[in-house]
Every structure is written in C-alpha cells, then in structure tokens.
C-alpha cells in the first residue's frame, strides 16, 4: 500500500524476544517515516510481522478496524 502511493517501505524491528530458545515469543513494531503503526508477537518474526503489518494496515484504514465489522458487511 505504501510502495503504491510513492511512500517509503515500512520498516519491522524486533523490540522483544521472551522464553527459553524452543518456545520463543518475538514481539515486533512495524514504523514508518518514524511512525509507529503497529506492533504483533508470535512464535516467530515472520508471525510477529504479519501481526504487526495487519494492526498497520488497520490504522492506516486498509482493512477494517475489527473482524464483527466485516461480518456485518456481508
């Protein structure tokens, strides 16, 4: 969404890792243009990403705000 509007990629940085190196949790924020939009956590990074890239993409009003709003719609 951002690469279509000429806007700079977003960013993912893991800020927090937890648990024993088997069972590990990652937390990780998506930024960008020094923005925090959205944080996600998971077993791994990439969980932890597409978690943190959906809360992005509903701040910015890419896709709704909560699931009972989609299941109104249809």
């Known amino acids: 969404t951002t690469q ?4 700079p990629n977003p960013e993912y940085h893991v800020i927090m890792e937890k648990g024993p190196d088997h069972h590990k949790e990652f937390t990780v924020e998506v930024v960008l243009e020094g923005k925090s939009l959205g944080k996600g956590a998971g077993p791994n990074k990439k969980k932890a990403e597409q978690k943190a890239a959906r809360q992005a993409l509903k701040k910015l009003g890419v896709l709704p705000a909560n699931k009972e709003n989609q299941m109104r719609r249809k």
């Open 4 to 7: 279509a509007k000429g806007q």
